[in-house]
Structures are given as structure tokens and as C-alpha cells.
């Protein structure tokens, strides 16, 4: 059994979905975009993170990722960001989050010649943020995005060394972009997982559709995660209220 069972909601539909997520007691994962960020309203998150509480739920964090990089070669991206997940820690400050998820940047396309420097720059990056998330109470995830295999992620994840910073294992990048078999996603990451995104797609397009309904294999994600991090998170990624309504539906026979 997964520590928690959570929903993707983006912040700006948050109106929309609200009185649904409380009535169904359903966790959610809040996206929070950059344009989101920077309009927040301080009293409806302070309201909305008491609602929470008073249902029992609990929540995590999708940070902001567009145009980012901590391990940017560019000290001006870096900055931009920093300057991002700073925001980001300051809203989960007062949401408590079991989790924020960050990408982690890389692509071998931009980076294949400059891996060094790439990891370098993202430890350091991510050390300074530690503080921080550790007055929080909450753990740092990096979801595999474009990596075709977990090196770059654990090189980053080992040389943090710490359980605060952990690996957000994407069932639909992994379909799309991974030329190594999850068997060995898993023996390389598997024990770094504290949280997973779950949604399926036939591997050419990130369709987000419910567990089950495309090409992963989800007997095989869903028994690695219960063997090698047993506490980790789940997280459905279904981009539409009927897609989750199916989606947790079809993840109850792996539950």
C-alpha cells in the first residue's frame, strides 16, 4: 500500500474541483504554475490548507518547471530558478506538503557533452534549498522527465545524500523516453522513490490517460514500487475529472 493516494490539481482550477476533492476525501497533488505563483492569494491557501486538515487530508506539491533548470550552465537560469522554488517552498510553508515535486532539467540532447557540470551545478542547487525544506517537514522528489536512463539522477541523488531529497518515479516518461528496462530503473532508483506519478500512454505522446488504459505495464510499476519503496506516494496524473473518476477506478486491483 502506497503511504498516500493523491490527485493531480492545478492550482488556477482549483475553484472548480474544490467542494469535489473535500467530498471524496481525495488528496491533491497542487500544480502550482509560475503565473499562479505569482498571484496567490496568501488567504484562500491559508483557507484552503485549513480545509484540508479539517477533512484529514493531506497534500503534495508540483512545483513550477517551465523554462527552469538548476543545473543550467547559465547562472542567470539558475537564478530564475532559484527565485521559483524559493516561492514554491514559501506556499508549502503553509500547506505542508508530504512532497514537492521538481524537474530536474536534464536532457541528454543539451547536456550529453556537459554531465559534470550539470551535476555539480544541481547538487549545489538542491543543498541549498535543504534548509528549507527540512524547517518544512517535507521531502524534495526529482521526476525522471526526459532521462533515458537513471544515471544523471542518482549521481545527483548520491552525492545530496540525504533522505530528504528523493526520486519521483514518472510511470509515462519512463514509457516514453527509457531505453532500459524498469527492472533496472528500479535497481538503480528504486530504494530513492518517494513518490510516483501514475498514468499510462502507448509511448509516443504524454496522453496522461487512467492506469490501465494504454501501454504500461502497471502489475510490474505497481509491485516494483511495493518491493523496493513500499512508503512512497502514489499519484494519479489524469487531466480531467472523468480520466480520474477512471483512473481511481482502475487502480484499486493494485492497491
Known amino acids: 500500500m502506497p503511504s498516500l493516494l493523491c490527485a493531480h490539481v492545478p492550482w488556477p482550477r482549483l475553484a472548480e474541483h474544490r467542494d469535489y476533492l473535500l467530498e471524496q476525501r481525495i488528496n491533491p497533488e497542487l500544480y502550482l504554475p509560475s503565473d499562479a505563483l505569482d498571484s496567490l492569494d496568501g488567504e484562500l491557501v491559508r483557507s484552503f490548507a485549513a480545509e484540508l486538515v479539517a477533512h484529514g487530508l493531506k497534500c503534495t506539491i508540483h512545483a513550477t518547471f517551465m523554462d527552469l533548470n538548476p543545473g543550467s550552465v547559465d547562472r542567470a537560469v539558475r537564478e530564475t530558478t532559484r527565485q521559483r522554488v524559493e516561492q514554491t517552498l514559501a506556499v508549502a510553508a503553509v500547506l505542508r506538503p508530504q512532497v514537492i515535486v521538481f524537474h530536474p532539467g536534464y536532457s541528454r ?132 475529472r472523468e480520466r480520474l473518476e477512471r483512473a481511481i477506478k482502475n487502480i484499486q486491483q493494485y492497491l
Open 109 to 240: 540532447l543539451t547536456y550529453g557533452s556537459s554531465v559534470e557540470t550539470w551535476v555539480a551545478n544541481s547538487v549545489a542547487f538542491w543543498q541549498e534549498q535543504l534548509p528549507r525544506a527540512r524547517e518544512i517537514g517535507c521531502k524534495i522528489a526529482l521526476e525522471n522527465i526526459f532521462e533515458e536512463e537513471p544515471s544523471t539522477l542518482r549521481q545527483v541523488l548520491d552525492r545530496i545524500n540525504d533522505p530528504l531529497v528523493g526520486h519521483c518515479f514518472d510511470s509515462g516518461h519512463f514509457n516514453m523516453f527509457a531505453t532500459v528496462s524498469l527492472q533496472e530503473w528500479f535497481a538503480a532508483l528504486g530504494d530513492r522513490i518517494v513518490e510516483s506519478h501514475l498514468h499510462d500512454n502507448h509511448g509516443q505522446a504524454d496522453e496522461h490517460l487512467p492506469v490501465g488504459e494504454g501501454q504500461i505495464d502497471f502489475e510490474l510499476v505497481t509491485s516494483l514500487l511495493k518491493q523496493y519503496a513500499p512508503d512512497a506516494v502514489w499519484t494519479l496524473e489524469a487531466h480531467s
